[in-house]
């Protein structure tokens, strides 16, 4: 099959992944060139590789040299990340002219649903990860989960004291939890609220 027709299977995915999935989830505009040049350059490096006649320690030493590049300037979430290396599998599938096409472009394909169900916001749309500071020195995780909860408005999973500091009085954790529904919230709010007794119809 003509190289050409893998190139367009790889331009249509990657074009799918950075405008159809990533920017409109993420809105993060610095990473689409990113994304973009990367699977090009790979797929590019990749084709030149498959025809050419090259010993395989100068293959390595391309792949050496893409590996000591800086996967970020800034830092980069764990879902972006599985975009970039979707872009360099996307790229690696698209560079290789003299495969099954049948098997690269349903890998191409494959790898995009993937990224569709995987990162789509309804999937544990509630679920959170956050680094949190308590105003309070708590050593006890059990007592640090109920004030996560009671601050975040949520039902802790899991929470991991990272720093307590008795100086401050703050304590540093990770906490991972879901977040709990409008009318669970009311219904939490209303119990931590304290009674209060109304005065007799008698007194002004």
């Known amino acids: 099959m003509s190289v050409f027709i893998y190139i367009a299977a790889d331009l249509v995915a990657i074009s799918a992944l950075v405008f159809g999935l990533y920017f409109p989830r993420h809105r993060r505009k610095d990473l689409i060139v990113s ?42 979430e ?6 970039y290396f979707t ?17 690269s472009f349903t890998l191409m394909i494959v790898l995009l649903g993937v990224i569709l169900i995987g990162d789509h916001p309804a999937l544990f749309g509630r679920t959170r990860l956050t680094q949190l500071v308590l105003d309070r020195a708590v050593a006890d995780e059990q007592v640090a989960s109920e004030l996560a909860g009671a601050m975040l408005g949520a039902h802790v999973h ?18 991972r939890y879901t977040l709990l529904s409008p009318s ?21």
């Open 35 to 76: 994304f973009l040049a990367i699977n090009v350059g790979v797929m590019g490096v990749t084709y030149a590789m498959a025809t050419a006649d090259l010993t395989l320690g100068f293959g390595m030493g391309i792949f050496a040299v893409l590996s000591i590049i800086r996967l970020r300037s800034t830092e980069m």
């Open 78 to 83: 764990h879902n972006e990340i599985a975009y």
């Open 87 to 103: 872009a360099i599998a996307l790229g690696l599938l698209g560079g290789f002219p003299s495969g099954n096409a049948a098997v």
């Open 158 to 175: 899991r929470i991991a004291i990272r720093k307590v500091d008795y100086v401050a009085e703050t304590t540093a954790c990770e906490v």
């Open 184 to 204: 669970a919230q009311a219904a939490d709010l209303a119990a931590t609220e304290p009674l209060h007794e109304s005065a007799p119809a008698g007194l002004r």
